[in-house]
Each structure stands twice: as structure tokens, then as C-alpha cells.
């Protein structure tokens, strides 16, 4: 395939960990990489990131195949995989690091974004209202080597069995026509 014909996501919704088991299991996803974004400093280290003093967000970066699978698509798992209603917190993560945001790489991005939380908001598919951010995608920084990959080669921890396993386990059930 010509990587021309690729398109970009950036998205985050908590520990990197999570998104990245989720999303590398799609068809038409091509790449998942865990990274940093929306902050205010250059080349930030995990350790720096947890602090919450950076202002990035644990993110992936998701390389895809718009004839297999849309954005629209990504975003309608990426809001059934983390709770988006809950401000710079997902389970036990808490601080602005782990915040639900669509960095958006065009307008189309953003329209498409607002559309569907616009959708789930007036459905009510979440008790209270989706308080993900929208934001210009911007510098984004790949996480250190061992935070890649990381559910697939740490699945006997238990973070990815308690907090992973079943976001891969919802996955499989309401989305296993999007799988590879």
C-alpha cells in the first residue's frame, strides 16, 4: 500500500497502554504509537509526563487506511473504550496527562468530533456530559521504547489485566466486525 494513502488520528484517553491494545487490533489501523502531546515543553520523558506539570497528554498517534476504516470510526471506539465525561481522570489514573482529547490533524477532524459527541450527548449514552477536549494537533512525542507495545508483551501484569482486558474485551464484543 502507497503510505500516501494514509491518514493520521491522534487521540487520547487515558494511559497510552489502553488505546494502543485497542486501536492496533483494528482493520485498516496500520500503526499505533504511544506518545505525548498538547503540552508546553520539548521532548518530554515519561517521567516528567506524570508529574502532570508538563501539560501533555499520554496519547497515541494512529496510522490508518481510510478505505478500510474511517476517523469517524476511530472516534465511535474511542468513546466506548474510556469514559469521556470524567475531566483529566479514566479509572485510577488521575491528572491531566490521562485527560480525553481528539487532537485533530483538519478541520474535517474536528467537525467529525463534535458531530458525534454532539450525537452521543443528545442519545445519552453517558449519565453526564462528554467533557473531551479539542485541540490542533501538535508536536507529538514518542514515548520511551518500553512503553510501546506494551500490553501485547506485559499481559500477565495486573494493570493490563484488571484495566486493558476488558477494554479488549469490550472491543471484541461490540466491535468484532472491525477487527483484524
Not at 491531566?96 to 450527548?121: C, G, P, W
Not at 500490553?151 to 477487527?179: A, G, M, W
Request: negative net charge.
Amino acid at each position: 500500500m502507497n503510505s500516501g494513502n494514509l491518514e493520521v488520528a491522534t487521540l487520547a484517553g487515558g494511559c497510552f497502554w489502553c488505546t494502543e491494545a485497542v486501536f492496533q487490533r483494528l482493520n485498516g489501523v496500520v500503526e499505533v504509537v504511544s506518545g505525548f502531546t498538547g503540552g508546553n515543553i520539548k521532548n518530554p520523558a515519561y517521567r516528567e509526563i506524570i508529574t502532570g506539570r508538563t501539560g501533555h497528554a499520554e496519547a497515541i498517534q494512529i496510522k490508518f487506511n481510510p478505505q478500510e476504516i474511517s476517523f469517524q470510526e476511530l472516534l465511535y471506539v474511542f468513546f466506548a473504550i474510556h469514559d469521556p465525561t470524567t475531566l483529566n481522570r479514566q479509572q485510577n489514573d488521575v491528572g491531566t496527562q490521562y485527560r480525553s482529547a481528539v487532537f485533530y490533524h483538519s478541520e474535517s477532524q474536528k467537525e467529525q468530533a463534535e458531530s458525534i459527541i454532539a450525537e452521543l450527548d443528545k442519545k445519552e449514552v453517558f449519565t453526564n456530559k462528554i467533557v473531551t477536549e479539542f485541540t490542533s494537533a501538535k508536536e507529538f512525542y514518542i514515548a520511551e521504547k518500553e512503553h510501546q507495545n506494551f500490553y501485547n508483551e506485559h499481559r500477565d501484569q495486573p494493570y493490563c489485566q484488571y484495566i486493558i482486558d476488558p477494554k479488549i474485551k469490550k472491543l471484541t464484543e461490540v466491535f468484532s466486525d472491525k477487527l483484524k
